[in-house]
């Protein structure tokens, strides 16, 4: 009994630092995506005028969101589209603030809800939308953005640079008091920014990207997927600083999260700077 | 490091083979002891599995945290430039402390000279330093904003913790093995206090200088700091390579006295 002790009591006196913990860890595996049969893209081969839209496409995503892409009128800061949630019943796609669809073969025919808009029925080339990798597939939805770690180097910062996490996604109004602690910020800056805080990213199975923020036009542009390589671009004079409005880097999902690791050259003040953004994103259902 | 392992592993395997030839000596006896060296304070316990070896086992900790103001200089990000010139610091050695199985190999029955093998367990931080730089930043920034250096792998990342104190370790494996010599038993019949002493080297095939960057981990993920990293735009090492070169000493010292009370 005392060697039994004795050997006992040495094992315990070690156990402290050999013991180790296993972790199971159940991961959850992402839904299908609410609309995926019904994602489809409506091209007309003329513009087609409605109201003061001259309307060329709509698109509608395998995730509940249409994008409407118009000619756009004016050359400032705006949108090319619209952009919002439709929902299918009786073979009538309700499109919320535009109005409603109904397809027949190659025939659309569009329903604006707006008063003195009738309905106009045209031809289209109409295109199901398929997804045909897992990535691709995962990506298609409406993501909002959990925490983001924002990194910029190079320019004035020589060999070092910064980076700073913000839990609470790009919340610009956060990200620009933040700044204004270190850079010379003025609160018109401040003001101008402040309507771009993200409210969703989506993603659409034909390769449209739009980010949609919460007091502002949506930003429209394109992404494609390669692997676990991901890059999106939206238009220069949407983010003038980012060279040719082109982010690149890498996608990955874990469970229902998504993780991008982009990376940009930006140019300010004719200081060159890399940009780099990690987003961990969440599916909006 | 192999080699050590391999040297433990044919100690153990000795030990088994003269345990069964000589059964009436194993574990007869236990004696705790306690120890002072250069792996701080300690409590072992040791005890004769035959008359040629000796098992002990243990854990010890580092009493002491050296502290002094430092001057940093300063932190320039962006326009704001914050003072570092009065920068409190402090070091101690074994964070976490280390536990230690060790095996004293006697060449003769009533030897007190003996060669020990074994392995120090713990967190390998020989050396732990940080520095309260919390006044110098918005509470705001503690472990969510960090200075990078570098760029693509070798790229290093450095941040405060959550309460604004940056952390900078000379690590080890988790695993060190040692390798020594001695004088004196921790147990012998007949007599209820033995004195012993160690002398040797823990086999750390060369450490790493690192410190942390909290955002992506609250326990902090390491950023790896070599001569190859710290140079400037002109392509100079602004250390003169001396990190890697220290870096790469293979052997850690350890010197230990230990005063040992047999229980049985």
């Known amino acids: ?285 | 490091m192999k080699k050590a392992l391999s040297l433990i592993g044919a100690v153990l395997l000795f030990t088994g083979v003269t345990v069964h030839a000589q059964d009436s000596q194993m574990a007869n006896h236990l004696a705790l002891g306690i120890s002072l060296g250069l792996d701080g304070v300690g409590l072992e316990a040791a005890l004769p599995l035959t008359p040629y070896v000796q098992a002990r086992a243990g854990y010890s900790f580092f009493p002491y945290t050296h502290k002094q103001d430092f001057d940093l200089g300063t932190l320039e990000i962006g326009g704001k430039t914050r003072d570092l010139s009065r920068t409190p610091f402090s070091a101690t050695m074994w964070k976490g402390g280390t536990g230690k199985l060790l095996f004293d190999i006697y060449p003769g029955r009533n030897t007190g000279f003996h060669f020990t093998v074994g392995a120090y367990i713990g967190s390998g931080k020989i050396v732990h330093a940080s520095a309260d730089i919390s006044k110098a930043l918005s509470p705001q920034d503690y472990a969510t904003l960090a200075i990078t250096y570098g760029e693509g792998p070798d790229k290093i990342r450095v941040s405060t913790d959550k309460n604004g104190f940056i952390h900078a370790d000379a690590k080890a494996g988790p695993f060190i093995p040692y390798v020594g010599l001695g004088f004196g038993r921790a147990v012998k019949p007949d007599s209820r206090v033995r004195v012993s002493f160690d002398m040797g080297a823990l086999i750390t095939g060369g450490i790493k200088l690192q410190s942390y960057s909290y955002l992506r981990n609250e326990k902090g993920d390491p950023a790896v700091i070599t001569s190859k990293v710290l140079v400037d735009e002109s392509g100079r090492q602004m250390d003169g390579g001396w990190i890697d070169k220290i870096c790469k000493i293979p052997v850690f010292p350890m010197l230990k006295l230990n005063v040992f009370v047999r229980l049985f």
């Open chain 1, 1 to 285: 009994m005392k060697k039994v002790f004795i050997l006992a009591l040495t094992a315990f006196m070690i156990l402290p630092v050999s013991c180790n913990k296993t972790q199971d860890e159940k991961q959850n595996q992402l839904d299908p995506p609410a609309t995926k049969e019904l994602a489809q893209t409506i091209r007309f081969n003329t513009p087609v005028e409605i109201g003061a839209l001259s309307i060329n496409s709509i698109e509608l995503t395998e995730a509940s969101r249409y994008i409407i892409e118009y000619n756009q009128t004016k050359a400032d800061w705006g949108a090319s589209i619209l952009y919002g949630t439709y929902s299918f019943a009786n073979n009538i796609f309700s499109l919320q603030g535009f109005g409603n669809l109904q397809l027949s073969g190659n025939i659309v025919t569009i329903s604006p809800s707006a008063a003195g808009s009738g309905p106009v029925e045209v031809v289209a080339n109409i295109n199901p939308t398929t997804t045909t990798t897992e990535t691709s597939s995962n990506a298609c939805r409406n993501w909002e953005i959990g925490q983001i770690i924002l990194g910029l180097s190079g320019g004035e910062f020589g060999q070092a640079g910064i980076e700073k996490i913000f839990k609470n996604g790009i919340d610009m109004k956060e990200i620009g008091e933040w700044a204004s602690e270190y850079f010379p910020i003025s609160q018109e800056d401040l003001a101008t920014i402040a309507p771009y805080s993200v409210k969703e990213i989506c993603m659409a199975g034909s390769g449209s990207f739009v980010l949609a923020f919460k007091s502002a036009d949506p930003f429209y542009g394109s992404y494609t997927l390669s692997g676990s390589n991901f890059s999106y671009t939206l238009s220069e004079d949407d983010i003038p600083f980012i060279s040719g409005g082109k982010v690149s880097g890498s996608i990955e999902f874990t469970g229902t999260t998504c993780k991008i690791e982009a990376t940009a050259t930006a140019v300010y003040e004719q200081e060159k700077y890399d940009a780099t953004l990690e987003m961990e994103l969440h599916e909006i259902r």
